[in-house]
């Protein structure tokens, strides 16, 4: 019913706080809504991107109290991910596609306070390959 618009705001949501699965409704807006695919993968990747950047906003606030209670992220979690993020630098981010751990990723990069510009570059990259492969996927299981 809302198409791209709500292919966005689904991608974007499932990188911040709420635990969706975008991929199931970048399903059902190409598959079902007859959207363009290369079209919902650019919207996709936008929407997680953003997700993604307003986790890492959040963390570099730097306080543990509101991470806990906004993205309701475990401390010791976050602390993992905050030294991981110190041991690897910012090429860390090029993970934050991953289930579960993206958002421990995103948060920890904006806590270290890595540069916002290379964090935004590897997010996008991350994010898009993710849904080009989910096109791929897609396309290969209803075609085949």
Known sequence: ???????FIASFLASTIIPLASEAVFTAVVWQAGADPLICVFVATAGNTLGSLTCYWIGTLGKIEWIKKWLRVDEDKLYKAVGKVRKWGVWLASLS???VVGDLIAIATGYVRCNVWAVSALFFVGKLLRYLVWMFVQNQFLFS
Do not use: E, T
């Open 1 to 7: 019913m809302y198409g791209y618009l709500g292919l």
């Open 97 to 99: 596609f991953l289930p």
